[in-house]
């Protein structure tokens, strides 16, 4: 399943022997994904599974400890 809009995709992955997706080309260019860079796996059972780069990560984590809640700085 693929569809793909200029902001948004719904693309559908395998999970490998090892576990292992390949994340989408489209994605990878959307959030500019480059190889070795650092992500975060966040995952809730009920909700699922997330994947951020980890400097947005960071970014919101700071946001939350300076208590502010802005993630544009």
Do not use: C, W
């Not at 992955?13 to 292992?20: D, H, T």
């Not at 260019?29 to 980890?54: H, P, R, W």
């Not at 700071?62 to 544009?72: M, S, V």
Request: net charge negative.
């Amino acid at each position: 399943m693929k569809d793909v809009q200029e902001d948004r995709f719904i693309v559908s992955v395998k999970v490998g022997a090892k576990g292992q997706i390949t994340i989408p080309a489209e994605a990878r260019k959307m959030f500019d994904i480059k190889e070795g860079d650092t992500l975060m796996v966040m995952g809730d059972k009920q909700k699922g599974i997330a994947i951020v780069k980890d400097e947005a990560f960071y970014a919101l984590m700071g946001a939350f400890n300076n208590g502010d809640g802005d993630t544009d700085k």
